[in-house]
């Protein structure tokens, strides 16, 4: 059974950073991209970040420049370093995976349910 488990999420005041973890198990991701989305109280679920499987990074224009996206391929891993945080980023953050490049994934026209797998995803709150 594949799973991917975010951890790392909680309570920041502005200004401040977070780094999120997503484990995966149950196969090996090293030749898919992994990334990770976003959905804020009320809205769509939205992207945030992506990696392809030759670390080449796409990020939304709403975190360029504050968040970095990496991954550990001998830890199944993917991360997501965040600072300088805001409130607009409070949202439960789901790390995805998939064999879509990540170009893809920043699409607006992409139907989320084309992404295979998706953590269960953890929280993120940012105090002003």
């Known amino acids: 059974q594949v799973q991917l488990v975010e951890s790392g999420g909680g309570l920041v005041q502005a200004g401040g950073s977070l780094r999120l973890s997503c484990a995966a198990s149950?196969?090996?991701?090293?030749?898919?991209?992994m990334g990770w989305f976003r959905q804020a109280p009320g809205k769509e679920r939205e992207f945030v970040a992506a990696?392809?499987?030759?670390?080449?990074?796409y990020y939304a224009d709403s975190v360029k420049g504050r968040f970095t996206i990496s991954r550990d391929n001998a830890k199944n891993t993917v991360y997501l370093q965040m600072n300088s945080l805001k409130p607009e980023d409070t949202a439960v953050y789901y790390c995805?995976?998939?064999?879509?490049?990540?170009?893809?994934?920043?699409?607006?026209?992409?139907?989320?349910?084309?992404?295979?797998?998706w953590g269960q995803g953890t929280q993120v709150t940012v105090s002003s």
């Open positions: 990696i392809n499987w030759n670390d080449r990074t």
């Open positions: 149950g196969r090996t991701f090293s030749s898919d991209a």
């Open positions: 995805a995976a998939d064999s879509l490049y990540g170009s893809v994934w920043q699409r607006p026209s992409l139907d989320l349910r084309r992404l295979d797998y």
